[in-house]
């Protein structure tokens, strides 16, 4: 059976290079063309909290365009990131309900602690859980403009819990008079549809969206030591409104809302609710100074039933922010300073036995400066202090040279530090996670220290047409939070304690290698690879083999002619072992291999149809600790755009 899976491997390899080869040979006439789109390099916003050259920017930055969201045919948020390099991606269910497993340079967990996540500037990330619940995001994939992804330390700019990385969801302004619809389904019960209306009443304009999911989910693995119920039944909504004047001041207002049912482990099901709204003001004084404030609310609640547990929970944030940019020096200088409060109330009588209610409070002061030494030289510097109700205050800093000896090449060499705060369950807890187990909170955890050291090198190549990249970086990652076995009772019936304490530190060594060939508009290939080797000092084999060692991923996107276009993603992952916190799981997932395509066809501007296969490597193969496999499947669907 080994030497078949290998065979069919190899066959795969031959297969997908091929297709990638075809993309670009079939392609090639278009390169004598001037390709003006090459002229404009793209802007990011979210390393420096300023518009910027996505190659000078101070970090690692990975853009996930508008063109590659619509060419993926995801369906799931995380998918979209999912090939991206330096990202670890999967589909995984923990006890609370998430369905994805998100991290950046590895230590994949259900809920990744030194990951900060920000929905059009606004944080996401849950102080309760210490991660993302992915799929209860109030984001449509049909509203993502891009999404920008740090590779590495941005604490010192967006606060604690950004030590691995950087996730930056940027929706679509209003733009424009137009309606459309789409819907599709396909295997595993899967349907789905939703619709966009975007205009213009006065000087304010506005877009809506409404979408809908179901599926039935994945199967279970043969003898599953978890019962696992998979459905899923979702709705999300949200509105957008931009206001501008001439005299530089500018107000938009976002608001949306998630509704969902899903079934769960222990074959429960999961009810969530999540209602937002976020004002965001901007107002340029000149071409050098300009100042943003945002104030948002959240408001999510959990069920669970049968809720034997009693782990109903009801979270509530409140935002405020503000922070100024100014040019000064005949534009050498840049400076960026500002501040953060953010109150987080979370209530359950049961996670939280004797003490329902939790409050948490943090306030945050940070000043970044760019020094543009010379045209080829900059400098760049960022610190931060944050202040939490039980860890006290913590720094936050890092630094960058950006040297550029020639226009196609690009040297940059950091350093930063960033702390990460433990989420209320592991420090407030106590609860009966099932009838055997009690979780006890441990008040006297602290930060962890995540240091990141980077090398980078990028360079154009054939009228920058083709990009490479290559990261190399060294982390250490102090005082990790594990599990520990607390108290163990056998009479009159086996009961167990669960702890956390911080009881171990980590090395994490890594290679990032990408290369990006632009045939054309529309038209493009990419490779990119990612090594990673972990070690720890207490032979935790979940943080040392969590991670894969070796990432690969190829694909690209072609236009095939007569109205049809074509794009492909593949993946290679090497063994790891994935492990569920909330229950005492592991499991050894082998090597494999994740190919997904879509075909599309537009027999007239405004209409699109297009066929979706995600999996298509292999029937079926695991890739969580959660008793699930991932299965291949197929959808179709239809676009209408009036």
Do not use: C
Not at 387 to 400: D, S
Not at 575 to 586: C, D, I, K, N
């Amino acid at each position: 059976m080994s030497r078949s899976k290998s065979r069919m491997a190899k066959n795969l390899n031959r297969v997908v290079i091929s297709a990638v080869l075809s993309m670009v040979t079939t392609q090639a006439v278009a390169g004598n063309r001037a390709l003006e789109f090459f002229e404009d390099e793209a802007q990011v916003t979210t390393a420096s909290r300023r518009p910027e050259p996505e190659r000078l920017a101070p970090v690692t930055v990975e853009v996930i365009t508008s063109e590659q969201i619509q060419a993926s045919g995801a369906t799931n948020l995380w998918d979209l990131m999912r090939y991206s390099p330096g990202m670890d991606v999967s589909d995984g269910r923990s006890i609370d309900g998430n369905r994805a497993v998100v991290s950046v340079r590895g230590f994949p967990q259900e809920f990744v602690a030194n990951l900060q996540v920000l929905l059009d500037g606004r944080s996401v990330y849950s102080r309760l859980s210490g991660g993302v619940f992915w799929e209860q995001l109030p984001v449509q994939i049909q509203d993502i403009e891009r999404i920008e992804i740090v590779r590495g330390p941005n604490a010192a700019l967006y606060g604690s819990n950004a030590g691995l990385g950087v996730i930056n969801i940027i929706t679509k302004k209003p733009d424009g008079q137009e309606f459309s619809g789409y819907g599709f389904g396909g295997s595993r019960g899967t349907a789905g549809g939703g619709a966009v209306a975007q205009d213009a009443l006065g000087p304010v304009r506005f877009r809506m969206s409404y979408s809908y999911f179901s599926t039935d989910g994945f199967p279970t693995v043969p003898h599953p030591s978890v019962p696992v119920r998979d459905d899923l039944l979702t709705h999300k909504a949200s509105l957008r409104g931009d206001w501008a004047n001439q005299s530089g001041t500018e107000a938009q207002f976002f608001a949306g809302g998630s509704w969902e049912s899903s079934g769960m482990l222990n074959d429960n099901e999961g009810r969530f609710r999540e209602a937002f709204g976020m004002l965001k003001l901007s107002q340029s004084f000149n071409s050098n100074s300009a100042l943003e404030a945002f104030v948002s609310r959240s408001r999510s609640y959990y069920t669970y039933t049968p809720d034997y547990l009693g782990l109903t929970t009801l979270s509530v944030q409140d935002d405020l922010e503000a922070f100024h940019r100014y040019q000064w020096w005949d534009e050498r200088l840049v400076t960026t300073w500002g501040g953060n409060v953010r109150i987080v109330e979370n209530t359950s009588p049961s996670l939280f036995a004797g003490e329902p209610v939790q409050t948490d409070r943090l306030v945050r002061g940070f000043i970044q400066q760019s020094i543009h030494a010379r045209e080829e030289l900059s400098f760049h510097l960022a610190v931060s202090l944050e202040n939490a109700r039980r860890e006290g205050t913590q720094p936050a800093y890092q630094a960058a040279i950006v040297f550029t000896p020639s226009p196609i090449d690009v040297v940059r060499l950091s350093y930063a530090m960033a702390p990460s705060l433990p989420n209320l369950v592991d420090t407030d807890g106590n609860y009966q996670q099932s009838p055997q187990i009690t979780v006890v909170g441990n008040p006297g955890l602290g930060a962890q220290k995540l240091q990141s050291f980077e090398l980078a090198f990028q360079r154009q190549f054939l009228a920058r047409r083709l990009e490479g990249d290559l990261n190399v970086y060294y982390m250490l990652a102090d005082h990790l939070v594990t599990a520990f076995p607390g108290a163990i009772v056998f009479f009159p019936a086996f009961h167990e304690s669960i702890l956390f304490q911080e009881r171990n530190n980590a090395i994490a060594r890594g290679i990032e290698a990408k290369a990006l060939y632009r045939i054309g508009p529309g038209r493009s290939v990419y490779v990119n690879y990612t090594f990673e080797r972990i070690t720890d000092e207490a032979g935790d084999v979940t943080v040392t083999d969590g991670t894969p060692r070796h990432k690969l991923n190829l694909g690209g996107i072609a236009n095939l002619g007569y109205g049809f276009s074509l794009s492909a993603n593949a993946g290679f992952k090497s063994r790891y072992t994935a492990s569920l916190v909330s229950l005492p799981e592991t499991a050894s997932i082998g090597s494999y291999w994740r190919l997904d395509t879509r075909l599309a066809y537009r027999p007239r501007s405004n209409v699109e149809m297009f066929v979706v296969g995600q999996n298509l490597a292999q029937a079926r193969h695991a890739e969580f600790a959660d008793g699930l496999e991932a299965p291949r499947s197929v959808f179709a669907g239809v676009q209408l755009t009036f």
